[in-house]
């Protein structure tokens, strides 16, 4: 029970520490983040209309599939996300932001909750169903607890680096 709470206390220390080092961080580095604007211009109506068909359920899941793969075609670094890096809106985005932020490098997002169709599809399509999903040129790097380890390690900094300055 010890190990479990000095477990629990390292990790809070570590995630208030990576938010107060991010912030610093990005004030004096300037990491540059970018959204990802919406490809779905459909109104709500039509998206109604579509999900009721079955035939059209079809051609929606591969829509949203291709949306997704172009979005990761087009952002080297892409965090999936609930909120925005400067309003995260659960404790897990923000301590993914706060391990990006602290790098220093560029980045985007999609905020999930912008996109009800992205935050399902996202879900099959990497096979992973918790958010934030952190993606390095198109792969599946993995959420929050996996981010913010990598940052501890130094593994962070060195892929993000190889893949903004490349």
Excluded at 15 to 23: E, K
Excluded at 56 to 85: A, C, F, W
Excluded at 95 to 121: C, H
Aim: charged share 25%; hydrophobic share 35%.
């Amino acid at each position: 029970m010890r190990g479990l709470i000095s477990s629990l206390i390292h990790s809070l220390i570590t995630g208030l520490l990576i938010l107060f080092l991010s912030g610093c961080t990005a004030m004096l580095v300037g990491a540059d983040v970018q959204p990802v604007e919406r490809q779905d211009q459909s109104d709500e109506k039509d998206r109604t209309e579509r999900k009721r068909n079955d035939r059209h359920n079809r051609h929606t899941v591969m829509d949203v599939n291709t949306r997704i793969e172009e979005q990761l075609k087009s952002h080297d670094v892409l965090l999936y996300m609930k909120g925005t890096p400067d309003f995260p809106q659960c404790g897990f985005s923000g301590q993914a932001v706060a391990a990006l932020n602290a790098v220093g490098k560029s980045y985007s997002y999609v905020n999930i909750f912008e996109d009800p169709e992205i935050r399902e599809g996202l879900k099959v399509y990497s096979n992973w169903p918790t958010f934030p999903q952190l993606y390095v040129r198109g792969e599946l790097i993995g959420g929050s607890d996996i981010v913010v380890e990598m940052y501890n390690s130094g593994e962070l900094q060195t892929l993000l680096g190889q893949a903004v300055d490349a």
